[in-house]
């Protein structure tokens, strides 16, 4: 929950719900969460505990060819990216939290946004950011990052509740709420595409997966708990954080910025801080609420910067510590451009991430069906309850077909919107079978033909 519940539910959420219609978003978005997110949360879970390793380590200890071992370097490489512009924005929250004391954004929310969001000064919040991640991930995963997330996790669910009751009583909020929750129908038949590429990519991005951090967590996680419990649970409550984030933030656009559009990917930012300058105590209750909003981010930061430690202790012995360090100095390094340039971040936190963590699940779906096959389904039955267990069949042939294919139809359309192309949505299908279907024979025919190699356990 930690690695799923962060600034992709409170930050990412109500950019891409405001940028795509608001309700006809909000409604594509929960049924793919559902029904494509959980399935597939549920194939990087198997393949996780599987082999009790890191994305690497995975493919390689599990039985397939060595190619599959691309799909973990790809994974490690996804991290990395994410954390990358992810920090920008933990640099953003902890800049908000500390200028709450003095007010430094209450004369004109906007302004001040567009003045600190990029440059040296966000490049500065951004490394002691890092920093703080570092230092979590650098003493372990149950000293560090377990007992910090259960100590957050908590916090941003009541206070983000304390503040959703609170924008109820804003003086627009009823606009607020009828842009987000009253569903738009027309909206979404006439941009269909772009609304249901920008939902998949926010699926992924906010529960984490497709990009190796929960595999690499569930490496961690004992056979006797039920994996599809534990999908089900991450994703519902993580769905329950959005909407919840959505119905502070929406109220307070419309109350106190201008509208929808107010503030782009800084629509956060602007909304509570011009409430909070118009409140008494405003001070005190912009600390409280970035406070949150910072455990939030780092929880999933420190998820992001565990896939790559984990890759390099686990495939090569090094010491932990060592590590953490090494890799705070690349993520610097390849941080800066996002915190220095408006244009590199927009492309990096939108297309990039969310092209990257589609191409990721697509290969743990295949993998988990057509190369681990009934041993996936073996690992999806240990600890699994009564209710579940029935459709372990149907889940295995459902990830090995339906859902890659739904989610390759998401990365060609966000691919071509991105190269400038107008398509038609009967057209990119028709590409996307052409590309599935031939892809399930070869992968299934080659992995007849490769021996099968024994899990080597970690514990």
Same mark, same amino acid.
């Given at each position: 929950?930690?690695?799923?519940?962060?600034?992709?539910?409170?930050?990412?959420?109500?950019?891409?719900?405001?940028?795509?219609?608001?309700?006809?978003?909000?409604?594509?978005?929960?049924?793919?969460?559902?029904?494509?997110?959980?399935?597939?949360?549920?194939?990087?879970?198997?393949?996780?505990?599987?082999?009790?390793?890191?994305?690497?380590?995975?493919?390689?200890?599990?039985?397939?060819?060595?190619?599959?071992?691309?799909?973990?370097?790809?994974?490690?490489?996804?991290?990395?990216?994410?954390?990358?512009?992810?920090?920008?924005?933990?640099?953003?929250?902890?800049?908000?939290?500390?200028?709450?004391?003095?007010?430094?954004?209450?004369?004109?929310?906007?302004?001040?946004?567009?003045?600190?969001?990029?440059?040296?000064?966000?490049?500065?919040?951004?490394?002691?950011?890092?920093?703080?991640?570092?230092?979590?991930?650098?003493?372990?995963?149950?000293?560090?990052?377990?007992?910090?997330?259960?100590?957050?996790?908590?916090?941003?669910?009541?206070?983000?509740?304390?503040?959703?009751?609170?924008?109820?009583?804003?003086?627009?909020?009823?606009?607020?709420?009828?842009?987000?929750?009253?569903?738009?129908?027309?909206?979404?038949?006439?941009?269909?595409?772009?609304?249901?590429?920008?939902?998949?990519?926010?699926?992924?991005?906010?529960?984490?997966?497709?990009?190796?951090?929960?595999?690499?967590?569930?490496?961690?996680?004992?056979?006797?708990?039920?994996?599809?419990?534990? !999908?089900? #649970?991450?994703? +519902?409550?993580? @769905?329950? *954080?959005? /909407?919840?984030?959505?119905?502070?933030? &929406?109220? %307070?656009?419309?109350?106190?910025?201008?509208?929808?559009?107010?503030?782009?990917?800084?629509?956060?930012?602007?909304?509570?801080?011009?409430?909070?300058?118009?409140?008494?105590?405003?001070?005190?209750?912009?600390?409280?609420?970035?406070?949150?909003?910072?455990?939030? !981010?780092? #929880?999933?930061? +420190?998820?992001? @910067?565990? *896939?790559? /430690?984990?890759?390099?202790?686990?495939? &090569?012995? %090094?010491?932990?510590?060592?590590?953490?360090?090494?890799?705070?100095?690349?993520?610097?390094?390849?941080?800066?451009?996002?915190?220095?340039?408006?244009?590199?971040?927009?492309?990096?936190?939108?297309?990039?991430?969310?092209?990257?963590?589609?191409?990721?699940?697509?290969?743990?779906?295949?993998?988990?069906?057509?190369?681990?096959?009934?041993?996936?389904?073996?690992?999806?039955?240990?600890?699994?309850?009564?209710?579940?267990?029935?459709?372990?069949?149907?889940?295995?042939?459902?990830?090995?077909?339906?859902?890659?294919?739904?989610?390759?139809?998401?990365?060609?359309?966000?691919?071509?919107?991105?190269?400038?192309?107008?398509?038609?949505?009967?057209?990119?299908?028709?590409?996307?079978?052409?590309?599935?279907?031939?892809?399930?024979?070869?992968?299934?025919?080659?992995?007849?033909?490769?021996?099968?190699?024994?899990?080597?356990?970690?514990?």
């Amino acid at each position: 929950m930690g690695s799923a519940v962060g600034l992709g539910n409170i930050w990412r959420f109500p950019w891409m719900t405001a940028q795509n219609g608001g309700s006809a978003f909000l409604v594509t978005y929960l049924f793919i969460v559902i029904g494509v997110g959980v399935p597939g949360l549920l194939a990087t879970l198997v393949i996780g505990r599987r082999s009790n390793r890191n994305p690497v380590g995975a493919f390689k200890a599990l039985k397939g060819s060595r190619g599959w071992v691309l799909l973990g370097g790809i994974c490690v490489l996804t991290s990395v990216v994410l954390i990358s512009f992810y920090s920008v924005v933990g640099g953003w929250i902890l800049r908000y939290f500390i200028e709450s004391f003095t007010g430094a954004y209450f004369a004109n929310p906007g302004a001040h946004f567009e003045a600190v969001n990029y440059g040296i000064g966000a490049f500065q919040y951004q490394v002691l950011f890092l920093i703080i991640t570092a230092l979590i991930v650098m003493v372990g995963v149950r000293e560090g990052i377990e007992t910090t997330t259960k100590i957050m996790m908590p916090g941003v669910a009541i206070l983000l509740s304390v503040m959703a009751i609170w924008a109820f009583r804003q003086p627009n909020a009823a606009q607020g709420y009828q842009f987000y929750l009253s569903f738009d129908g027309q909206y979404l038949s006439k941009n269909f595409l772009s609304v249901v590429s920008s939902a998949a990519g926010q699926a992924l991005f906010t529960l984490s997966i497709g990009g190796g951090t929960m595999l690499t967590y569930a490496s961690y996680i004992e056979e006797d708990r039920s994996l599809p419990f534990d !999908a089900s #649970t991450i994703a +519902i409550l993580n @769905l329950g *954080i959005g /909407v919840l984030a959505g119905l502070v933030v &929406f109220p %307070l656009l419309f109350s106190y910025a201008d509208g929808p559009t107010g503030g782009g990917p800084g629509a956060l930012f602007v909304s509570i801080a011009g409430a909070f300058a118009n409140l008494p105590a405003g001070e005190l209750l912009g600390a409280t609420f970035f406070l949150v909003v910072l455990l939030a !981010a780092i #929880t999933s930061s +420190i998820s992001m @910067l565990e *896939i790559p /430690v984990s890759f390099l202790v686990d495939e &090569f012995g %090094l010491k932990r510590s060592r590590v953490t360090r090494g890799l705070f100095v690349i993520v610097v390094a390849t941080g800066a451009p996002n915190a220095f340039n408006a244009a590199v971040f927009s492309f990096v936190a939108g297309h990039l991430v969310s092209l990257l963590m589609t191409l990721g699940l697509i290969g743990f779906m295949f993998y988990a069906a057509w190369v681990l096959g009934p041993d996936a389904v073996e690992e999806y039955l240990k600890g699994a309850g009564s209710l579940s267990r029935p459709f372990a069949g149907v889940w295995r042939y459902a990830i090995g077909s339906v859902f890659p294919v739904f989610l390759l139809f998401s990365f060609y359309t966000d691919s071509l919107s991105l190269a400038g192309y107008s398509v038609d949505s009967m057209e990119v299908l028709a590409v996307t079978l052409l590309t599935a279907i031939p892809f399930v024979v070869l992968v299934h025919w080659s992995e007849r033909e490769t021996p099968s190699k024994t899990t080597q356990s970690m514990d």
